[in-house]
Nanobody, 129 residues
């Protein structure tokens, strides 16, 4: 439904930063809540961060609070995930996802993968010791 193009990931030393981005090909980007998920082998994706369509509300998994920040630029149809102080446990494939289009922008976000309709192809983040 919504094409999502993620930036490339990378190899980062522990403690370093990375800032993946995700661009959406829609005219109503602000009406989609967005999420970032990390997939572990053999499991459903786990939410890392989420942001409402308006950008006014965010959610972070406990494991990344204080280190990761998600933001969005609705004029550019782009969402970002600023990752600081990366740890080896943060490594994995990160997917951005778009929730269903709402009639209006708002402050709701979603934490379940089932609440998202469109997914990026994923970008791999590798963290070395």
């Amino acid at each position: 439904q919504v094409q999502l193009v993620e930036s490339e990931g990378g190899l980062v030393q522990a403690g370093g930063p990375l800032r993946p981005s995700c661009a959406a090909s829609v005219h109503t980007f602000s009406r989609h809540a967005m999420g970032w998920f990390r997939r572990a082998p053999g499991k459903d994706p786990d939410v890392v961060a989420a942001i409402s369509g308006s950008g006014g509300s965010t959610y972070y998994a406990d494991s990344v609070k204080g280190r990761f920040t998600t933001s969005r630029d609705n004029a550019k149809n782009t969402v970002y995930l600023q990752m600081n102080s990366l740890k080896p446990k943060d490594a994995g494939v990160y997917y951005c996802a778009a929730g269903k289009r709402r009639p209006y922008g708002g402050n709701n976000y979603y934490k379940r993968s089932a609440d998202y309709d469109s997914w990026g192809k994923g970008t791999r983040v590798t963290v070395s010791e």
